[in-house]
């Protein structure tokens, strides 16, 4: 998520606008999760006065409301934005202030702090609410297309940092109206999408999916067998994959389990770390009443690949199996607790062990 001012997405110096103070530590302390770490260095350094121009506070706001929403704070997240003027207030322009940027223009509004405002609401229960702010921000995003002139956020060079952004939006407004079903907007999502690139097999593979929702499981093959054939001759093993799911799944719809497992041990030959594939083995041999498989499987990944296999739901599933299998499944799953609190990054939520 872009969490630097939008007048220099990628790189501060290039557009005249110092780096915000350590910030490359804001950073690394966000790729490995330590959301509690990160909120306490926010809190020193806004303590300690070290941010002396505007745009270091927007930055830092937006790492700490970040932090928050991962730790699911969300009230706090939602009082920092409270302390904020409208983000597009003149008082969040380089212009504005020319005694730090000198003749830069632009925003200074971190993107991620746009978003995070959207998506919010989603989080306090006001889906509502968000789904609104999220087509407003797209809206805004798509008004930056194309645009030339002096401001460095409006220039032709930042078009496709704008497209992502896009892109990024759409994704997360399928995903909002899919866990509502509904279905319909989804699929005009979608499709406006694929008119724009056709063959993308993430794209393709997606409306699948809503298909298989719909319950259009006709219409779902024949969208799966379009990714095959996109990537039928590719050598990456992501989009093999990918091909692979799809049709366990149609397999899955139709309780053909033993089928659907094929798929996925495939997928596992190619990438032993692909956790879709070890979650849904898992589960289909649940199904197939191999609890003894099933458990296996799903701790051998945790095992194997803790960071990357490490979620949610493997979670969930593995303790519903324990359930199934153990008598004394509570030890179990204290002693699964017990070890997800030694590896698991800050905003994973300990609870779905319910241990």
């Not at 804001?26 to 999760?33: I, P």
């Not at 941010?51 to 920092?80: G, I, T």
């Not at 003149?90 to 702090?113: I, K, T």
Request: glycine content about 4%; overall charge negative.
């Amino acid at each position: 998520m872009d969490l630097l001012p939008e007048a220099s997405p990628t790189d501060p110096l290039s557009s005249g606008v110092p780096p915000p103070h350590e910030i490359h530590i804001l950073q690394d302390l966000a790729a490995r999760g330590s959301w509690r770490a990160l909120v306490d260095k926010v809190a020193l350094n806004r303590g300690l006065g070290v941010l002396s121009q505007p745009h270091e506070h927007l930055v830092y706001l937006a790492f700490n409301l970040l932090a928050l929403v991962k730790l699911r704070r969300y009230a706090d997240a939602a009082a920092e934005l409270a302390s904020l003027d409208a983000l597009d207030s003149d008082a969040y322009r380089y212009e504005s202030h020319p005694q730090h940027y000198g003749a830069l223009s632009g925003s200074m509004v971190p993107f991620a702090l746009r978003f995070l405002q959207a998506y919010l609401p989603q989080y306090l229960n006001d889906r509502a609410d968000a789904v609104d702010r999220l087509y407003s921000l797209l809206d805004f995003v798509r008004g930056k297309f194309g645009r030339k002139g002096d401001d460095p956020e409006k220039g032709s060079g930042n078009e496709s940092v704008w497209r992502k952004r896009e892109l990024f939006l759409i994704n997360t407004l399928i995903a909002v109206h899919l866990a509502n079903k509904d279905f319909g907007v989804c699929l005009h999502l979608i499709s406006d999408l694929l008119r724009r690139d056709p063959e993308d097999p993430d794209l393709v593979s997606k409306l699948g999916l809503i298909q298989l929702q719909i319950g259009d499981i006709d219409s779902a093959r024949k969208t799966f067998a379009r990714v095959e054939d996109v990537v039928k001759d590719s050598g990456d093993v992501k989009l093999r994959n990918l091909v692979n799911r799809n049709k366990a799944l149609i397999y899955l719809v139709g309780k053909d389990y033993v089928s659907a497992v094929r798929e996925y041990e495939e997928c596992l030959e190619r990438d032993d770390t692909d956790v879709v594939a070890v979650n849904n083995k898992g589960l289909c041999l649940m199904y197939l009443r191999d609890l003894s498989d099933a458990i296996k499987v799903l701790e051998s990944s945790l095992e194997r690949a803790p960071t990357v296999a490490l979620n949610e739901t493997l979670v969930v599933n593995l303790c519903s199996m324990y359930e199934l299998a153990y008598v004394n499944h509570s030890d179990v799953k204290k002693t699964l607790s017990n070890w997800i609190a030694q590896v698991a990054p800050d905003d994973f939520d300990s609870s779905c062990t319910r241990s």
